[in-house]
């Protein structure tokens, strides 16, 4: 069965969105979208996941150094739920502390200047989320 995963890297402002084609496994940055509140936020995830064939949502959490839940915690699982609700789709949480730290290195390792980078941060991270996510699933695999 051909399908994607698409994640989701949630901020106050931006969501950057990645993708993995189920048969390959590979996390791709795909865009960043402008904030417009949850339910209009969903609505354009929605559109998305059903254009990519989406068989589940994964959503970063942007925990504290601690692992607890902060305010943007909060938003990232209000936006989550809405998601869910909107495509029917099973929603996955996924760690999401340190791939932003993760994304901008890349990028920079990559020759992008700041300006290039601040345009196209989110949708890395939202790769490396997935990636993280691949990675744990595959390890908790039978066998």
């Known amino acids: 069965m051909a399908g994607s995963y698409v994640a989701l890297d ?33 609505a354009v995830v929605a559109e998305l996941c059903r254009a990519r064939r989406a068989l589940a949502v994964v959503i970063g959490l942007p925990l504290d150094l601690e692992g607890g839940e902060t305010r943007s915690t909060r938003l990232a699982r209000q936006v989550g739920e809405a998601v869910g609700a909107a495509t029917g789709l099973p929603v996955h949480w996924q760690d999401e502390r340190y791939s932003t730290l993760e994304a901008e290195a890349r990028l920079q390792s990559a020759g992008l200047d700041g300006r290039v980078r601040r345009g196209v941060i989110d949708a890395h991270a939202a790769a490396v989320i997935l990636e993280d996510w691949l990675r744990t699933r595959a390890s908790s695999a039978p066998g």
Not at 21 to 27: H, L, P
Request: charge should be positive.
């Open 10 to 42: 949630v901020g106050t402002r931006t969501i950057g969105v990645a993708v993995a084609d189920v048969a390959v496994g590979m996390a791709l940055p795909d865009r960043v979208l402008a904030r417009k509140g949850v339910a209009r936020d969903a």
